[in-house]
């Protein structure tokens, strides 16, 4: 019973106080922020607590029936806590990073009810077993991103996030469109129907078709990922928000739950999706080389690195599955750590432009040094808890047999060291080309500092995330 | 606590504790840098004869942290932990006061812990985990060098880190192709995949030892990089880790074939590497600049005589990486006495030092002697071995084996001459002799070269044959002087040529430093060296701007996708509201049209179903 209810407040929770919250700041900004922060922290600690549970084998669900196959049904089993787990407490350490950063601007109380909503969303989607409500709390996701890209209310802010809402909600019709197809083959949206009818029988191509849309845009992948980069106009939590925590790991999320625990899409799919995830993984770190802006830059690192945790999904063996979960977890500790770098970078110098930076490094020191950390995580370099998850993806991908494709995430690798190395040495590194900003405030530092600890902890003591992860893949491919 | 993990975790402690004691606290931080190598020099020696195996559950997927302690892994881990002991005692006097000594010696202490887990590693991600971890001192000790020393510093990263990445994949290939990752057990055929997992991880292992095409970034961290950074990683550890991994690689995971293509690509790699770089440094003005290219080319040495896959190229390979590592380690260091006394090391400013630093010059003779293959000094010995070997494969390498000899022969002459000999220049004149901190390490590792030369059975038939083991050798000794007279007469006549050519030159220009400058003048050599000195040929600058050219190419990709986004979709939008907003004018024409069109489409559609 208590663990029904730790999963019914892992998503209810921050539903409610996305709603309090805003409220609550009439009265006092201080008592909302920390409301705020409070909302996302109790569906952490309630997520994390489940984490024993489903270690041990078991399963939780509460379910409420409802007619015509729109039952209201939340599961929790290893990859949706593992999920739960990762999004909330990044998106926690984004909320303490918040405070210091969203303090000078308007609309804040907008700004979290929006956030909160987010994760509130993104924990109904993790735990949903219903296609209907996924689909639902996946449409929530884009209205809260809809609104916080375009924080600012600049016309170039609010196209750009009219871009990123247009070419998500398209991408999600289509894949609404499978859902119904789907339906009216097994006449359910319990996704355990789904699986036990598609046991036997293959799923049909125009399916697979129409729920990757869905998940492609969602995740930022060739060729529908230019809304990302753009939505680099939005406040820098947010950025960090929707690469780190939340936005794009709910495409890579609903492939791992639709195309390996719930169904497998014919053969051929296990080479078309590596082979676009490597045309995206090189194309985006092509584009990272070249861009000047900063925040575009980390941006397109996130595009490309996306490729990565799709090829670990895609290529159906235990250790690239298993790699790309380590994936998840790894780049959404370092990319949110590097987004929040780049806040304080970007609000003290007051510009983008990383060739109108340069010798950061005396000045903000800590942010340099977890910059650096996290870069060194994202690159794969040991100590850093990147560099086993990007092993196992490889290691995966060459079980699934394809050498060129394999060879080309080995391109896109080199190009991460690269385009990372002249980031972090344009911005951080030799002469000032602009001014000497200081450093952050307290609270943003320490977010980044323990994000970049994090990193290195993720590495170090890999044997904790990577038993879990071996008892989730296990579960997932249902051995 | 298991042995072999204190044998890791203590360097990395004591490197830490070392970071974290204050600034201001004087001498403490040498004294436990000295005290944290010494611990681990008498650690490691402890272990000679052992074997220990150790297996602790890691990362899952095959991926465990297992170690295995056996003859080879013993002997690299004390040559490494007594050259290291000796340069981190002289690291400690040459640094003392200056800012960043703190920070370098706190990394030589992590990169201890590192190199020791890497040799000791039985698991191949285990191995990777430690060996590519060095790449974040690595990085860290060139960047506290001087005010551009990050570039360097990230060039040698980005080299090292490439090729780390590449045999990454290479493990994961051979990983798959034998089902386990403990090199202990793998057997990988060397057909198919196979072939390419060897290709990636033989690039890994060459590129740590600095073998071309991967030294580049070696000659700028010389100049940039404080001093005891090129006698520790260039040019002793990442020789020994890298030589190592070549050897377990090719005898224990693939099994080299003698005539298979893997060994003739690896003796075309060792000779190229030994011709190109000692022709870079044969021209050089800078002491350090000038060592830092024998570190490359003496690579190519044992690159080539480990690539003849015959047991005395194989034994000879070997011999040569710990001579190397001994008598290179030290010539880094005498360039640093000089470098501390007469505060340059161009040698042009240099000159007739030798009387002013007699020891120091003691001790470059000895191990100039050692590296231009001079009897009864160790290189020789080792040198001559793996003539043997490359001459059993094919003349071609063997006399690009003693060209390069000549070379090195030549540019040692040049440096000696040009350094301590001649006319002592008037700036130089109140130069004394090094501190006792800094002579001791040196006069050690040169007395060192001696033995190794005189008592070559020691390191031979003790160290170096039961590492191997029976099958290798085939119980075979390869110690004492050399068998193959023809060998050992073909050496003195280089020998004799590379110091006529010396008088030569000497007398032509007038001085040490210009004892090679007709060779370096030969019409089409000296364009060459123009355009070599400039980075043209650099493959970090190639590389760089075949990147740039793949990245723009690709950005432009990345810009016409959006372009359809942000613009053709835009534009469609646009384009389908406006004509449907012109089809509802009010009009009743139009809409009778509409009417019209859409009842022919009706009755076309009800006869083609009729």
């Known amino acids: 019973m208590t663990n029904k ?79 739960a787990t990762v999004s909330s407490f990044i998106c926690a350490i984004i909320v303490l990073y918040s405070f210091g950063y969203i303090s000078h601007y308007r609309n804040q109380n907008e700004y979290y009810l929006m956030v909160v909503l987010f994760l509130g969303s993104m924990m109904g989607l993790v735990f949903s077993a219903n296609l209907i409500f996924l689909y639902i709390f996946w449409e929530i996701t884009a209205i809260a991103s809809w609104r916080l890209i375009g924080f600012f209310r600049e016309k170039r802010d609010i196209l750009r996030a009219d871009k990123a809402f247009l070419v998500t909600v398209f991408g999600a019709l289509a894949m609404l469109l499978a859902f119904v197809l789907i339906y009216q083959k097994v006449g359910s949206f319990d996704l355990a129907a789904i699986k036990l009818y598609f046991k036997t029988t293959p799923v049909p191509d125009i399916a697979v078709i129409l729920i990757l849309l869905g998940i492609l845009t969602k995740s930022a992948t060739l060729p529908f990922h230019t809304w990302l980069p753009d939505a680099g106009v939005a406040p820098s939590p947010v950025t960090a928000l929707l690469h780190a925590a939340v936005l794009v790991k709910i495409g890579v999320y609903v492939f791992a739950r639709l195309f390996i625990v719930t169904f497998t899409p014919s053969e051929i799919w296990h080479t078309i999706i590596p082979a676009l995830a490597a045309a995206s993984a090189l194309v985006s770190a092509g584009a990272a080389l070249v861009e000047t802006d900063l925040k575009r830059i980390i941006a397109y690192s996130t595009v490309s690195q996306i490729g990565f945790i799709f090829l670990g999904f895609a290529v159906n063996n235990t250790i690239g599955i298993a790699g790309a979960m380590l994936f998840i977890l790894m780049h959404g500790l370092a990319k949110g750590g590097l987004f929040l770098c780049a806040g304080i970078v970007e609000q003290n110098t007051k510009t983008k432009d990383i060739t109108r930076m340069g010798g950061l490094i005396s000045t903000m020191p800590i942010t340099a040094l977890s910059f650096l950390a996290c870069s060194f995580s994202i690159m794969g370099i040991p100590p850093f808890g990147g560099f086993f998850s990007k092993y196992m993806v490889f290691s995966g991908a060459v079980g699934g047999g394809n050498i060129y494709i394999t060879l080309a995430f080995l391109s896109g690798a080199v190009l991460t060291i690269l385009y990372l190395f002249r980031l972090f040495n344009m911005v951080f590194l030799g002469e000032s080309r602009g001014n000497l900003a200081k450093e952050g405030s307290a609270t943003m530092i320490v977010s980044v500092a323990v994000l970049a600890t994090m990193s290195l902890a993720g590495g170090i003591y890999i044997i904790y995330p990577s038993s879990f992860v071996a008892v989730a893949v296990k579960q997932m491919v249902g051995m | 606590m298991h042995i072999l993990l204190i044998v890791i975790g203590l360097p990395i402690a004591t490197g830490l504790a070392i970071l974290s004691i204050p600034a201001r606290t004087k001498g403490l931080r040498e004294v436990l840098s000295i005290l944290g190598m010494a611990a681990n020099l008498v650690l490691v020696s402890t272990f000679f004869g052992k074997d220990i195996y150790l297996t602790l559950p890691w990362a899952g997927g095959g991926i465990d942290l297992s170690f295995r302690l056996y003859s080879f892994n013993s002997f690299i881990l004390i040559a490494a932990a007594a050259l290291g002991f000796l340069i981190t005692l002289y690291s400690a006097s040459s640094m003392y006061g200056k800012g960043y000594s703190r920070l ?79 090199m202990s057990k793998m057997a990988v055929p060397m057909t198919g995949m196979g072939g390419l997992a060897f290709l990636f991880m033989m690039i890994g292992a060459i590129s740590k030892a600095g073998s071309m095409p991967f030294h580049s970034w070696i000659p700028d961290a010389a100049i940039d990089a404080p001093l005891p950074f090129m006698a520790l990683l260039p040019g002793a550890l990442e020789k020994l880790m890298g030589i190592y991994f070549l050897t377990r690689i090719s005898l224990d995971i693939f099994k080299l074939e003698m005539h298979s293509w893997a060994s003739t690509l690896m003796m075309t790699v060792g000779a190229i590497t030994i011709l190109v770089a000692v022709l870079m440094a044969l021209v050089q003005k800078n002491y350090k600049k000038l060592l830092s290219y024998h570190a490359i080319s003496q690579v190519g040495y044992m690159v080539l005589g480990i690539g003849t896959m015959t047991p005395v190229g194989i034994v000879g390979g070997l011999f040569h990486m710990i001579n190397n590592a001994m008598y290179k380690s030290c010539l880094f260091l005498t360039g640093g006495a000089v470098e501390k006394e007469a505060g340059t090391t161009d040698l042009d400013k ?35 071995l793996v003539y043997d070997g490359a001459l059993e494969r094919g003349r071609i390498f063997y006399f690009a084996a003693v060209l390069g000899s000549f070379f090195t022969a030549a540019s040692f002459l040049k440096l000696g001459h040009a350094a301590f000999l001649g006319k002592l220049d008037s700036r130089n004149s109140k130069v004394k002799e090094a501190s006792w901190y800094m002579l001791i390490p040196m006069i050690l590792i040169a007395l060192s070269c001696v033995v190794f030369g005189i008592y070559n059975g020691l390191p031979i038939d003790r160290i170096i044959r039961p590492a191997l083991g029976n099958a290798i050798h085939g119980g075979h000794s390869f110690a004492g002087f050399p068998k193959n007279m023809a060998l050992v007469a073909g050496t003195v006549v280089v020998l004799i040529a590379a110091l006529l050519n010396h008088l030569y030159g000497v007398k032509k220009t007038g001085k040490g430093l210009g004892a090679v400058d007709h060779i370096h003048n030969v019409p089409g050599l000296s364009w060459i060296y123009d355009k070599a000195e400039r980075g043209y040929f650099d493959p970090y600058n190639i590389g760089r701007i075949l990147v740039k050219a793949a990245a723009l190419i690709l950005s432009s990709l990345d810009k016409i996708i959006d372009f359809f986004f942000s613009n053709v979709v835009v534009w469609a939008a646009d384009t389908t509201g406006l004509v449907i907003r012109k089809m509802h004018n009010g009009s009743h024409k139009m809409y009778i049209m509409w009417s019209l069109v859409a009842t022919v489409i009706v009755i076309i559609f009800l006869m083609r179903t009729m």
């Not at chain 1, 709603?19 to 900004?29: D, E, H, K, N, R």
Request: proline share 4%; charged share 5%.
């Open chain 2, 104 to 182: 370098f010696l706190a990394y030589i202490l992590i990169s201890f812990g590192l190199v020791n887990g890497a040799l000791l590693s039985d698991n191949l991600i285990a191995m990777l985990f430690f060996w590519e971890g060095l790449l974040l001192t690595l990085f860290a000790m060139i960047a506290v060098g001087n005010k551009n020393a990050f570039r360097t510093a990230t060039k040698a990263f980005i080299i090292v880190g490439v090729c780390d990445l590449v045999m990454m994949v290479g493990i994961a290939l051979a990983g798959h192709i034998s089902g386990t990752l403990s």
């Open chain 2, 350 to 384: 240099l000159g007739g030092l030798g009387l002013k630093m007699p020891i120091t010059f003691a001790c470059f003779i000895i191990t100039a002697l050692s590296i231009s293959g001079v009897p009864p000094f160790n290189g020789f010995f080792s040198k001559e």
């Open chain 1, 5 to 83: 209810i730790l999963l019914l407040s892992c998503v209810f929770i921050p539903l409610a106080g996305a709603i309090i919250a805003p409220l609550a700041g009439y009265i006092s900004t201080k008592f909302r922020n920390a409301l705020a922060l409070a909302a996302i922290s109790a569906s952490f600690i309630a997520a994390a607590s489940l984490i024993p549970v489903v270690l041990a084998g078991n399963t939780i669900t509460v379910s409420a029936n409802l007619p015509l196959g729109f039952n209201f049904i939340l599961t929790a089993d290893c990859l949706a806590v593992f999920m």
